[in-house]
Protein backbone atom coordinates (compact mmCIF):
# COMPACT_ATOMS: atom_id res chain seq x y z
CA UNK A 1 0.00 0.00 0.00
CA UNK A 2 1.26 3.43 -0.77
CA UNK A 3 -0.04 6.42 0.52
CA UNK A 4 0.16 10.17 -1.03
CA UNK A 5 -0.02 13.03 1.65
CA UNK A 6 -1.40 16.48 0.13
CA UNK A 7 -2.87 20.08 0.80
CA UNK A 8 -0.47 21.60 3.00
CA UNK A 9 0.40 24.94 3.26
CA UNK A 10 0.84 28.25 5.20
CA UNK A 11 -2.24 29.86 7.12
CA UNK A 12 -3.00 32.24 9.04
CA UNK A 13 -4.49 31.97 12.93
CA UNK A 14 -8.32 31.11 12.12
CA UNK A 15 -7.79 29.31 8.51
CA UNK A 16 -8.54 26.53 7.02
CA UNK A 17 -6.79 23.64 5.21
CA UNK A 18 -7.87 20.55 3.76
CA UNK A 19 -5.63 17.73 3.92
CA UNK A 20 -6.03 14.41 1.08
CA UNK A 21 -4.39 10.91 1.26
CA UNK A 22 -4.61 8.89 -1.64
CA UNK A 23 -4.01 5.46 -1.30
CA UNK A 24 -2.85 2.37 -3.85
CA UNK A 25 -4.27 -0.95 -3.96
CA UNK A 26 -8.20 -1.87 -3.84
CA UNK A 27 -8.38 -2.74 -0.41
CA UNK A 28 -8.72 0.64 0.73
CA UNK A 29 -12.52 0.28 2.14
CA UNK A 30 -10.92 -2.19 4.65
CA UNK A 31 -8.33 0.34 6.33
CA UNK A 32 -8.66 1.77 9.13
CA UNK A 33 -7.38 5.62 8.21
CA UNK A 34 -5.46 7.81 10.77
CA UNK A 35 -3.77 11.16 10.88
CA UNK A 36 -1.07 11.73 12.72
CA UNK A 37 1.48 14.74 13.58
CA UNK A 38 4.92 15.65 13.67
CA UNK A 39 6.02 19.35 15.40
CA UNK A 40 9.76 20.12 15.40
CA UNK A 41 11.33 19.00 18.12
CA UNK A 42 8.42 16.73 19.55
CA UNK A 43 7.01 13.59 19.54
CA UNK A 44 4.20 12.12 16.97
CA UNK A 45 1.00 12.63 18.16
CA UNK A 46 -2.08 11.26 17.04
CA UNK A 47 -4.68 13.91 15.41
CA UNK A 48 -7.94 11.95 13.72
CA UNK A 49 -8.73 8.21 13.53
CA UNK A 50 -11.97 6.92 10.83
CA UNK A 51 -13.33 2.92 10.83
CA UNK A 52 -13.06 1.25 7.74
CA UNK A 53 -16.76 1.83 7.03
CA UNK A 54 -16.59 5.18 8.15
CA UNK A 55 -18.98 5.19 11.15
CA UNK A 56 -16.68 5.65 13.42
CA UNK A 57 -14.16 8.73 14.02
CA UNK A 58 -11.76 9.61 17.06
CA UNK A 59 -10.23 12.52 17.71
CA UNK A 60 -7.03 14.40 19.79
CA UNK A 61 -9.25 16.27 22.67
CA UNK A 62 -6.30 19.32 20.88
CA UNK A 63 -8.71 19.00 17.76
CA UNK A 64 -12.24 17.98 18.74
CA UNK A 65 -14.95 20.49 17.20
CA UNK A 66 -11.99 21.72 14.50
CA UNK A 67 -11.13 19.00 12.75
CA UNK A 68 -13.28 16.60 10.46
CA UNK A 69 -11.98 13.54 9.45
CA UNK A 70 -13.65 11.44 6.22
CA UNK A 71 -12.93 8.97 4.02
CA UNK A 72 -14.00 8.43 0.58
CA UNK A 73 -13.89 4.40 -0.16
CA UNK A 74 -14.72 4.98 -3.94
CA UNK A 75 -11.90 7.67 -4.49
CA UNK A 76 -9.54 5.66 -2.09
CA UNK A 77 -8.87 8.87 -0.55
CA UNK A 78 -9.13 10.19 3.51
CA UNK A 79 -9.48 13.67 4.15
CA UNK A 80 -8.70 15.85 7.05
CA UNK A 81 -10.71 19.57 6.99
CA UNK A 82 -8.99 21.93 9.22
CA UNK A 83 -10.59 24.89 10.33
CA UNK A 84 -9.98 27.38 12.95
CA UNK A 85 -6.04 27.07 12.58
CA UNK A 86 -3.93 27.72 15.29
CA UNK A 87 -0.19 28.60 15.72
CA UNK A 88 0.29 25.48 17.64
CA UNK A 89 -1.16 23.04 14.55
CA UNK A 90 2.08 23.67 12.65
CA UNK A 91 3.42 20.11 12.32
CA UNK A 92 4.25 17.55 9.31
CA UNK A 93 0.92 15.99 9.07
CA UNK A 94 0.92 12.45 8.00
CA UNK A 95 -1.64 9.69 6.65
CA UNK A 96 -1.43 5.99 8.19
CA UNK A 97 -3.22 2.74 7.26
CA UNK A 98 -4.04 -0.24 9.73
CA UNK A 99 -4.62 -2.95 7.61
CA UNK A 100 -4.67 -5.78 10.86
CA UNK A 101 -7.59 -4.47 12.96
CA UNK A 102 -11.58 -2.93 12.81
CA UNK A 103 -11.23 -0.96 15.93
CA UNK A 104 -9.78 2.75 15.41
CA UNK A 105 -6.61 3.19 17.57
CA UNK A 106 -4.48 5.94 18.44
CA UNK A 107 -1.02 4.63 18.60
CA UNK A 108 1.37 5.29 15.84
CA UNK A 109 3.18 1.86 16.30
CA UNK A 110 -0.24 0.18 15.88
CA UNK A 111 -0.24 1.25 12.13
CA UNK A 112 1.06 0.16 9.30
CA UNK A 113 1.52 1.97 6.41
CA UNK A 114 2.37 6.00 6.47
CA UNK A 115 2.49 8.63 3.58
CA UNK A 116 5.31 11.01 3.40
CA UNK A 117 4.06 14.05 5.46
CA UNK A 118 2.55 17.25 4.38
CA UNK A 119 3.83 20.54 6.02
CA UNK A 120 0.92 22.80 7.62
CA UNK A 121 2.47 25.94 9.20
CA UNK A 122 0.01 28.52 11.16
CA UNK A 123 1.38 31.61 11.52
CA UNK A 124 -0.02 34.23 14.21
Known amino acids: VQLQASGGGSVQAGGSLRLSCAASGRTFSTYVMAWFRQAPGKEREFVAA????????RYADSVEGRFTISKDNAKNTVYLQMNSLKPEDTALYYC??????????????????WGQGTLVTVSS
Open 96 to 113: AADAQFMIVRTRSNEYDY
Open 50 to 57: ISRTTDIT
